[in-house]
């Protein structure tokens, strides 16, 4: 009976206009009314990746998109670096040594960002690395890579493609691909986005087809080279997921409502802000610092002297608050507060709430009401602008 509050990275809460849309008769993908779909929509897409370049739409996750522009890039043997500061930042790293490319992993704590300087150093013992893999939003931290600042050095230091999974940001944090040197952006449906999983997106620079047309690795079903012939046509190579690019064209919809796609970014920052402050004023730790918080997802310590899983599963059951847990050794450390796509400053208004009943009824030690005012500052201070 009750609607269960869905605070996740993904998958999120889908709009209604989103799931109505999804709910039109099918049609053929290889008809007049498809091309149109795909052409207008893919168009209307490209200021969130902010590009000029075509979107790729392929059926799946996002991890299948990462496959697919590590195995059209890069050959067996070849060099890589992958950046990463967390458990999907592993993802590029288990790819690519699957297909045998040689690996240099630059690694950081999780919770911590890569920052330019480190990338910088990191690369200057290298000279022959073909590209380099970065996470632009670390789902399993809260952390935000200064991707842009990154991409500059990548530029400066060597000839190498820099290559960015954005699947828990893109739609919510500001992207600049073009402007920024990114050569490959990824993200997937389920998560800023506002859809349900399976449909996988992503954009990719002159400098990045042109080692693409290269590339000796086969692949088939990915091959982003078939995707771009039948993108000229308005069209996919097989089947598209026909539903979730109706979806995308109402996600489109409702971003043009919400004011441009600037209005949605800052709603996510004004978001971030509300989450972290209201955890201050609850004393409970944030896992990342301000300068790299993730603009989509928190990650919250647990508050002192509680077990958090029975917290977290308290808050689902009694209150039908759903947060989601920690990964891989933070498990029973962190919780993570997902706040991005189809949420708004009255959802976090709600959760920090609930979040402090649950507090209430585990009897941690704090004062009621604080952690709500707290957000609601912010709140208030950013509708006086
Ligand atoms: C969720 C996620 C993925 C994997 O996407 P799937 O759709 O689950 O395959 C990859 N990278 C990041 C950063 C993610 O958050």
């Known amino acids: 009976m009750y609607p269960n509050i869905l605070r996740h990275p993904g998958p999120t809460p889908i ?16 008809s007049e009314e498809f091309v149109q779909l795909y052409r207008k929509t893919t168009n209307r897409v490209k200021p969130i990746f902010g590009t000029k370049q075509e979107i790729i739409l392929i059926p799946s996750g996002g991890t299948a998109a990462l496959e697919a522009v590590a195995v059209n890039t890069v050959s067996p043997g070849e060099e890589v670096v992958v950046i990463t500061v967390g458990a999907f930042g592993n993802y590029f790293v288990s790819i690519c040594e699957k297909y045998g490319f040689k690996v240099h992993k630059l690694e950081k ?3 911590e960002a890569c920052t330019e300087e480190e990338l910088s150093e990191f690369l200057k013992s290298l000279t022959n690395v073909k590209a380099v893999f970065a996470t632009y939003n670390e789902t399993s931290t809260g952390i935000l890579n200064p991707v842009n600042r990154l991409a500059q050095v990548v530029r400066t230091q060597t000839d190498a493609l820099f290559i960015v999974d954005g699947v828990s940001c893109i739609g919510g944090a500001p992207a600049e691909m073009d402007q920024w040197g990114i050569d490959i952006l990824v993200t997937g449906s389920q998560k800023a986005m506002m859809l349900p999983p399976g449909l996988a997106l992503l954009s990719v620079s002159d400098r990045a087809w042109k080692v693409i047309e290269k590339n000796q690795t086969p692949s088939y079903y990915l091959n982003l080279l078939s995707y771009r012939e039948w993108a000229e046509k308005g069209m996919t190579p097989n089947t598209p997921a026909v539903s979730l690019i109706f979806g ?4 489109c919809d409702l971003i043009e409502e919400e004011g441009g796609f600037s209005q949605t970014v800052a709603r996510h920052e004004l978001m971030k802000n509300m989450v972290r402050q209201a955890m201050r004023a609850l004393s409970i730790g944030l896992l990342t610092a301000d300068e790299y918080a993730s603009p989509t997802i928190t990650a919250i310590k647990a508050p002192e002297g509680l077990n958090l899983g029975e917290f977290l599963g308290h808050l689902k059951k009694k209150y039908h608050l759903d947060f989601a847990g920690g990964l891989g050794h933070l498990q029973g450390k962190i919780f993570r507060f997902g706040h991005m796509g189809y949420c708004f400053p009255s959802d976090i208004l709600q959760a920090v709430s609930l979040l402090e009943a649950g507090l209430q009824d585990f009897n941690y030690s704090f004062e009621p009401g604080a952690g709500v005012l707290a957000a609601q500052k912010v709140f208030l201070a950013a509708q006086q602008k």
């Open 248 to 251: 995308l064209s109402a996600v």
């Open 109 to 111: 704590p999780w919770g």
């Open 15 to 30: 709009p209604k206009k989103v799931q109505l849309a999804m709910n039109q008769d099918m049609i053929s993908h290889r």
